[in-house]
């Protein structure tokens, strides 16, 4: 029988915006629930942003546990579940957000909605550095561009969390893919199958007639916003579609506009939050899984280890863009 406690990490205070390790209850499973023992925890720049209380739309009451992805073992089911049992492998974008616990944690109890079993091809550390990066990467791309064959999809970042997914899953849909990325990550876009352009050294009016023959693309998946978003609004072909993840601002669409093109926005905890149509989550990553699987997706991990104890280090590896895409914290 399992103990009653559990080691977890608590965030206390918005100001001072440190962990502090302890023991607490272990969490009860209600209807529709699974207890998962968490064995690995992905960092997101949402983790940071919530730790530091610059993303109102999510931050819990505190004390509270963050972390938003995770990978481990369920433990127990409540009542209702009947997709999982007693030591599958599972993975998801679960909590760390409002009242939902997060994955800095031995155990959560967790929406069975949310999660999918784990590609058996994946360490825990590799699958739990793809759930908010590839869900993110597939509202924009399939949900509301309706990639198809053949489409000349340009990826604005495409050396990011999210930039990295959007390329292996354009390919995976056989799209065309070209990507954005700065002279040193060209390399990484290029590994992952896009053809990279380097930003700093052409212009948007040049790439577009480079490689669109001054068309534009069919798709524009941008992962930076601001400055970057703006800049290729005019890059899109006539009634194209941009998607943007990262649209977190004022913008003058005219560019776009005058192409007839089709904008829309990506906020992947959505369905988290307000809890609408969550099953889509784990229908989602189940398909996920079959990509991994068959080999066509693949996570890009950090090789630095970090623990419970190490985690303010891991949100600061991810704060100061040190690290090599993503970082996982190993939980257990």
């Known amino acids: 029988m399992l103990e009653s406690k559990m080691t977890a990490l608590l965030l206390e205070s918005y100001e001072v915006q440190t962990f502090r390790k302890t023991e607490i209850q272990r969490p009860v499973i209600g209807p529709g629930q699974v207890l998962v023992r968490i064995k690995a925890s992905g960092v997101n720049p949402i983790d940071t942003k919530i730790r530091t209380a610059v993303a109102p739309y999510a931050m819990p009451e505190l004390p509270a546990i963050l972390g938003t992805d995770m990978a481990g073992i369920v433990i127990s089911t409540g009542e209702g579940v009947t997709a999982f049992k007693s030591g599958d492998e599972v993975y998801g974008l679960t909590g760390g957000v409002r009242g939902l616990q997060g994955s800095l944690a031995q155990f959560a109890a967790v929406d069975e909605k949310l999660i999918a079993i784990k590609p058996t091809n994946l360490t825990m550390r590799e699958a739990a550095a793809l759930p908010l990066v590839f869900l993110t990467a597939w509202e924009g791309l399939v949900d509301h561009a309706d990639v198809r064959e053949g489409d000349r999809v340009l990826v604005n970042g495409g050396a990011g969390g999210v930039g990295h997914m959007v390329?292996?899953?354009?390919?995976?849909?056989?799209?065309?893919?070209?990507?954005?990325?700065?002279?040193?990550?060209?390399d990484l876009v290029r590994q992952l199958g896009a053809t990279p352009i380097n930003y700093r050294e052409q212009t948007v009016e040049q790439y577009v007639e480079e490689h669109t023959d001054g068309k534009?693309?069919?798709?524009?998946?941008?992962?930076?916003?601001?400055?970057?978003?703006?800049?290729?609004?005019?890059?899109?072909?006539?009634?194209?579609?941009?998607?943007?993840?990262?649209?977190?601002?004022?913008?003058d669409i005219t560019t776009s506009s005058l192409r007839s093109a089709t904008l829309s926005a990506v906020f992947v905890l959505l369905r988290m939050l307000s809890g609408e149509k969550r099953a889509h989550h784990g229908e989602v990553l189940t398909m996920l899984t079959r990509f991994i699987e068959d080999g066509k997706i693949k996570p890009v991990v950090d090789a630095r280890h970090f623990t419970l104890d190490t985690a303010l280090e891991a949100h600061k590896t991810v704060e100061d863009t040190s690290a090599a895409i993503k970082i996982v914290i190993d939980v257990d």
């Open 167 to 186: 390329i292996q899953l354009a390919r995976a849909f056989g799209a065309n893919v070209y990507a954005t990325a700065s002279g040193e990550k060209c």
């Open 216 to 251: 534009g693309f069919d798709i524009i998946y941008d992962t930076v916003g601001g400055d970057a978003l703006s800049s290729v609004l005019g890059a899109v072909r006539h009634y194209g579609h941009i998607t943007s993840c990262g649209a977190f601002g004022e913008y």
